[in-house]
């Protein structure tokens, strides 16, 4: 199994400033992860699949790099909106589908 | 609008049943993998179980031993959860998600989730 390992566990910064996620895989993922925004009481939305690439709808100021097994988000500018908790996924050789801890992205 | 709605979570005792049901709308549900994701209260995610587009491939987490069963109707545009002998751990919000990826002999996109249902409470509580 592929664990996924989510740094830091929380993040506190303000409106304005950019906000670099980080998620490290066991072994190799390829370009295979993905990206999850929650907020409290909502489901997960996708954000970033394949490593790189915004899901439809999802602004520009949200990004995704790496491959292999290291993997970061950046929110180039944070919206009030973007306080939430982001998980990393990673469909490698699936299954299992496996999930990082999540980093929680406060005030 | 594409819509995934959840039904059937609730209270049961150690040891009980619960099936689960996701009602899909705005898409052609025949035509993707279904899967389940379940959060325990204050933790992290979790995938369950998948299913192919006709039923005739399922994958599970292997934590679960045979408790749980995925199945689909594609004539009602829904998807299930057969949970048996559950127990205190599983307690957790269960969603139901599309997975928007496709698999052909030369290109496997399979194992993301979008969009997710907003998700069924399940106690396991005596």
């Known amino acids: 199994e592929i664990v996924l390992t989510q740094s830091p566990a929380t993040l506190s910064l303000s409106p304005g400033e950019r906000a670099t996620l980080s998620c490290r895989a066991s072994q190799s993922v390829s370009s295979s992860l993905a990206w999850y925004q929650q907020k409290p009481g909502q489901a997960p939305r996708l954000l970033i699949y394949?490593?790189?690439n915004r899901a439809t709808g999802i602004p520009a100021r949200f990004s995704g790099s790496g491959s292999g097994t290291d993997f970061t988000l950046t929110i180039s500018s944070l919206e009030p909106q973007d306080f939430a908790v982001y998980y990393c996924?990673?469909?490698?050789?699936?299954?299992?589908?496996?999930f990082g801890q999540g980093t929680r992205l406060e005030i | 609008e594409v819509q995934l709605v959840e039904s059937g979570g609730g209270l049961v005792q150690p040891g009980g049943s619960l099936r689960l049901s996701c009602a899909a709308s705005g898409f052609t549900f025949s035509s993707f993998w279904m899967s389940w994701v379940r959060q325990a209260p204050g933790k992290g995610l979790e995938w369950v179980a998948s299913i192919k587009q006709d039923g005739s491939d399922k994958y599970y987490v292997d934590s679960l031993m045979g408790r749980f069963t995925i199945s689909r109707d594609n004539a009602k545009d829904s998807l299930y959860l057969q949970m048996n002998s559950l127990r205190a751990e599983d307690t957790a919000v269960y969603y139901c998600?599309?997975?928007?990826?496709?698999?052909?002999?030369?290109?496997?996109?399979?194992?993301?989730?979008?969009?997710w249902g907003q998700g069924t409470l399940v106690t396991v509580s005596s």
């Open positions: 394949d490593a790189s």
């Open positions: 998600a599309r997975d928007p990826g496709q698999k052909t002999p030369t290109v496997n996109t399979l194992g993301c989730f979008d969009p």
């Open positions: 996924q990673q469909r490698s050789n699936w299954p299992p589908i496996t």
